[in-house]
């Protein structure tokens, strides 16, 4: 080398030092403080007015376990539900037809400014309005029909219609307009650009929140207990206007929609995962 | 004479909520339907010839679903009174008082209901209790110049046990006739507070324009008196003090 | 010139808000014959390209292709407007190759090149796999078959285009600036592929700023600014020895 | 020119025709049908067993508009609430502190995994786990501190908070690192960098969903009527359980909450575009 | 040379993961010295900027600025490491100039410079606005105080970063290939600052491509290759006659 690079002069030779590892101690400290908390938390529980055993006793009860299978296909029937409309809703919303926008419009202000609580009771009184569904010699009775469960599928379903539209607007926007020019170009229709070339791209951006709205499906379900779907929650009432066990019960029901929602998010995320892969050139 | 609809389906709809024992409720361990209005409501039908078929619905759509004709009938407990008359008839089968009950701990603290005035008291926002309570502290505690009592409203009857248990109320108010069921689940916890402070009849609500089938249910239940069904029943569900001696239709005042 | 033009545009005019993109422009296309079109940027190329296409709405004026007026049906003296259908057929006597080439990020650039004649002409997917190939072949991607667009280099992805729109058997192919958004060392291949289309007598309208492609390969070349055609003829004389005071101007400072 | 432009020959000259307008017959159709069918529901509601002097009458009624009232000031205050948990809990989960992490994970998980409605009823039943708050003789009984008012305040913050903790997240995440170092590079320690320059950049990505969940809050008020905070759908209910006008009572209540969310809709565009605007540079 | 060093690096290691992207690496730089460093991409020149300012964590080694220890305590014969805050307070002798600016979007070019003053030093703002556009003016920038970094070209915003940096008052200031990032015909504005720094005295160490530059103004320059330090000299030795076969090839490649 040309030039000496160091020029050690009054420094000192640090090589030989020990190093000692950050203490931490304020970090042991909260650790402490936290499980100390956790610990107060748990004995209050424990000592509290609960009685673990009905806990314990009714985790796996018949009507629990019920609840829980109705709690499970509704969200998902309902998401369904959702999904449909939603799309049909967010194609009506970027029509060229101002009908149609129009409708898609109103529909989203509508069930998106009403508490879906309001919703599930008014489908199941439909009755008050239209006695009657259909004409003439072929109508049914509105009652018959309208169950707790129709009502809530309905209700949880048409409800969730109106965000999800909102999610798949925000999807279709995301794909490059270069796409569906390319498309009509090789003489697609809007409709079969849409289903072949702008939904399959779109599906990356609305997976993720899609997810989310599945996760929060699952915990709206319980609303559906004020028209007597008979899902987790409801379910748990019941046990409790026999027994009093009013405490008991709800974390009864809290146990399982942690354990649902601690199974959805990583599967969630495994989803994302899949449709965020490989998309690199399309950014 | 039963409608036709009601002897063609072969049964009876009738709208419950099972939150009430112990006239209503849904066993925990089974969850079937029982209770002794579903018993009697059963034994009825039968004795009229059809099936029962309970319809689980809530508190404030029972009325309703009268009038829309989900359900022929209401069986689930409901207090007979003139405003509920404007919208059905009521055939009455049991007397229920209204009852202040208190913390088995607190029980010396309370030993009349007059000494309620100025407490807080809870009963279900869904019925009628609100009223007794306001009618009973206006009668005896405002008119003699004590503190009125403080109606605090729940959810329902287990909400407002619930409360009492945590001391955020005083005193509840239920239907007497469940409290010594009450008292069975949860032995040494709660304890009456005097005698029930109001008696109401508990009816079947029927629509208004079915007089056919109130006769029907009328006769019905006067034969189950007449055979001993209703004694034994009353006797099962801890009732016998709640028992009528007659079947009245809108008998409630 | 002889017989009926392929295209023959008439007194178009075309307004954004109240910009005026393009000022009554006339031109017509022989069947066979290669058009390079260059000019300014804003000059209204792609507009006019687009215009053809349907993909943008003429304010008036005429646009035929292969004898059809497009955009409208004619009945007596009136001119109705067409179904979204209608114009989607229209289309298919078109293919566009796009400056961004576009082409669908989700499918291979097999499933691009057969998803029009499948999709659209619903012909067998069997029959339209194979034609592809040989397109792809034709291209000189017969090896990229199976790859997804984010997998292909630029050059890749514009002759994947160009085999796309060549799949519906167009009559007319109308390229918009296909080298300009290409690496220098990509341009070639493309320049390639479109020789190899012009001379095999595909009719094509392109839109260049490839002077050397345009000398070499086109039957006219037309100079358009603001909106207007300024000048047209072979390329060695537009190219060469240009009229028009904007045309040179134009051509000095683009060969600087 | 040196060539003519156009060779016009067998094509028609169609410059004097008459151009028709597209009749647009689906159009009007579809707007004809949706008029009959809104005029049918309009009727059936009119006709139907439903009282609409009742409505007319109860929409101003006090105990609606007190209700009304307690709706606005509870969403604003949860949010409040909310937004500051949130926010703490988004520091803690960008720590590099794995403690602080874990409790931040920790609580999101916890209350975005159960239901609303469960966690306003275990606050509102705290009592049966502490009788008593605070030590020895500075303790106040639970009941007296737990009202309903403080339960729903805790419930809906609460719970609000777990999910603002993930928007402020991906907020904060979708700043540049680069600020971060130039941040620290200037001498500005982890919490000074954040303060000052991470957050006035994150706003931009925070406010618009955040204006979501600021509707969402308002209606998510209705579900504190299970614990007797007299917001607008419990005093309705109260009404009913009186007059049995359930429907009526329903809709007075539908009508006020499309009332707010009609306002705070646009009034979230605005803000969305005024925290979009003069963003081009940071991009 | 004379003296103690103003930075003194001692054999400092550093892996990223099982990548070893500082291979100990010595480096003493005087008071006033101006260094240039050289080197292909991914040599690590960036990584040991970084280092010196405590960006990124050294495995093994010191380094020394002004004489104190960075990132640890010494009691005794242990190291100790620092808190964040007092790292924070080691930062604030040296300033830095990133590639990419990093100016703060939402802030004018005067907020940017007073920033730091005002909140990390707690000094008036008042005053630190007035120092802040005597800063601006060296820079050539006094009219742009209340412009937004959006507003500004690339060259400004970088003019504006090292005054932002300057603000702090730092004894040495480190400079991460400040040009890179801009159009050439701005490059020239931002080194002419950086000359006129050079010249009034200030330490400082460059990572640069701008061989012009580093022969100009730099008193040393150093290459690095692989995460070692191969050469070491005066501009016109290391960049004119270098002696490292890694070296020779280096600057052919880039002059070429
Ligand atoms: N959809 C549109 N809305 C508004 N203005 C438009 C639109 N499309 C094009 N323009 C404007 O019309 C003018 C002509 O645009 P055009 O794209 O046809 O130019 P060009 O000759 O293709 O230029 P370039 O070489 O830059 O592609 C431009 O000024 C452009 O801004
Ligand atoms: N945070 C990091 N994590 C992993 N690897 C890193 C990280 N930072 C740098 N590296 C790697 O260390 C090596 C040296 O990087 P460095 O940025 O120091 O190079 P450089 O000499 O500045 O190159 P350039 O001229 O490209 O800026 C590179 O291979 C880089 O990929
Ligand atoms: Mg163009
Ligand atoms: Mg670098």
């Known amino acids: 080398m040309t030039q000496p690079v160091q020029a050690r002069s009054a420094l000192p030779d640090i090589s030989g030092y020990r190093l000692v590892p950050e203490r931490h101690w304020g970090r042991w400290a909260a650790v402490a403080l936290i499980a100390l908390l956790l610990a107060g938390l748990a004995r209050a529980f424990a000592v509290g007015d609960i009685e673990w055993t009905y806990v314990g006793q009714f985790l796996t009860a018949p009507a629990i376990m019920q609840g829980l299978v109705n709690t499970i296909w509704m969200s998902i029937a309902a998401m369904a539900l959702g999904i ?3 799309v049909g809703t967010a194609v009506m919303r970027m029509s060229p037809n101002p009908v149609l926008q129009g409708v898609a419009m109103g529909y989203t202000w509508l069930f998106r400014g009403t508490p879906i609580i309001l919703q599930l009771l008014l489908w199941f009184n439909l009755a008050l309005v239209f006695p009657k569904l259909g004409w003439g010699d072929y109508s049914l009775r509105t009652v018959d029909v309208m169950t707790p469960m129709l009502a ?9 219609g109106a965000y999800t539209s909102e999610v798949v607007r925000a999807g279709m926007l995301s794909v490059d307009t270069g796409q569906y020019e390319a498309a009509k170009s090789i003489g697609m229709t809007r409709l079969t650009a849409l289903r072949r070339i702008v939904f399959p791209q779109a599906m990356r951006v609305i997976i993720p929140p899609l997810g989310n709205e599945f996760i929060g499906m699952v915990k709206l379900t319980s609303l559906a207990s004020v028209i007597q779907f008979a899902e987790i929650l409801h379910n748990a009432q019941n046990i409790y206007y026999a027994n009093s066990r009013v405490i008991e019960l709800l974390i009864v029901a809290a146990i399982w929609y942690l354990v ?7 599967a969630q995320m495994l989803l994302e995962r899949r449709f965020s892969r490989g998309a690199g050139g399309s950014r | 004479e039963l409608p036709s609809r009601i002897t063609s389906r ?7 909520v099972p939150n009430y024992p112990p006239l209503e409720l849904r066993d925990p361990k089974t969850n079937e339907l029982t209770g002794f209005d579903i018993e009697l409501g059963n034994a009825l039908a039968a004795k009229l010839g059809v099936r029962m078929q309970w319809q689980e619905t809530n508190f404030e759509q029972m009325l309703t679903s009268v009038r829309t004709g989900r359900v022929d009938i209401v069986m689930s407990g409901m207090s007979d009174l003139a405003s509920r008359q404007e919208t059905a008839t009521f055939i009455d089968y049991l007397r229920s008082g209204s009852q202040f009950f208190t913390q088995a ?10 000494a309620l005035c100025g407490k807080r008291v ?6 009628s209790l609100p009223n007794d309570i306001k009618a009973f502290s206006d009668a005896e505690c405002v008119a003699k110049g004590r503190p009125a009592i403080e109606y605090v409203p729940t959810e329902g009857s287990a909400d407002a046990r619930t409360q009492l248990r945590q001391g955020r109320i005083d005193a509840a108010m239920q239907g007497g006739e469940t409290l010594p069921y009450i008292m069975g689940l949860e032995p040494n916890t709660y304890a009456p507070v005097g005698e029930p402070v109001r008696f109401t009849l508990m009816g079947i609500a029927v629509g208004k324009e079915e007089a056919g089938l109130q006769q029907a249910l009328a006769d019905g239940m006067r034969a189950l008196i007449a055979d001993g069904t209703y004694a034994r029943l009353l006797e099962k569900w801890q009732l016998t003090p709640s028992a009528i001696p007659e079947v009245q239709i809108n008998g409630g005042r | 010139m002889s017989g009926r033009p392929l295209v023959s545009i008439v007194n178009v005019e075309k307004h954004f808000g109240s910009f005026h993109a393009l000022k009554g422009v006339s031109l017509d296309v022989q069947a066979g014959e290669v058009l390079c079109i260059i000019g300014a940027s804003g000059s209204g190329k792609t507009t006019l390209l687009r215009c053809i296409n349907q993909l943008v709405h003429t304010d008036s004026g005429a646009i035929w292709v292969d004898g059809e007026l497009t ?12 179904s979204e259908a209608e114009i989607a057929r229209q289309r298919l006597s078109t293919g566009m190759v796009f400056q961004r080439f576009n082409l669908f990020p989700h499918m291979t650039a097999l499933e691009n090149i057969v998803e029009g004649p499948v999709q659209v002409q619903g012909r067998p997917r069997r029959e339209c796999e194979a034609e592809a190939r040989t397109l792809l072949e034709r291209v000189g991607l017969a090896h990229k078959a199976d790859a997804y667009p984010a997998n292909l280099s630029g050059g890749q992805q514009q002759r994947v285009a160009i085999a796309r729109a060549l799949a519906m058997k167009p009559k007319l192919m109308l390229f918009d600036e296909p080298t300009s958004a290409l690496d220098p060392e990509l341009v070639g291949d493309v320049l390639a592929v479109m020789k190899e289309l012009a001379r095999s007598g595909m009719t094509m309208i392109v ?8 000398k070499e390969v086109a039957d006219r070349v037309v100079f358009m600014d603001h909106g207007s055609i300024v000048e047209s003829g072979s390329a060695s004389e537009v190219l060469g020895n240009p009229r028009e005071a904007r045309t040179q101007a134009f051509l000095s400072a683009v060969l600087s």
Chains 1, 4 share one sequence.
């Open chain 2, 105 to 114: 701990s607190r029980a010396a603290e309370f030993a009349t209901p007059e």
């Open chain 2, 122 to 127: 809870g009963a279900s926002r869904r019925t």
């Open chain 1, 260 to 266: 649902i929602v601690s199974i959805l998010t990583p």
């Open chain 3, 71 to 82: 955009g409208h049906r004619i009945q007596g003296h009136s001119l109705h407007p067409l």
């Open chain 3, 207 to 214: 839109v260049t700023h490839e002077l050397g492609f345009a």
């Open chain 1, 152 to 160: 809530a599928l309905l209700g949880l379903g048409i409800n969730q």
């Open chain 1, 84 to 86: 449909t409309l939603g």
């Open chain 2, 10 to 16: 072969g049964a009876i709809i009738a709208a419950v």
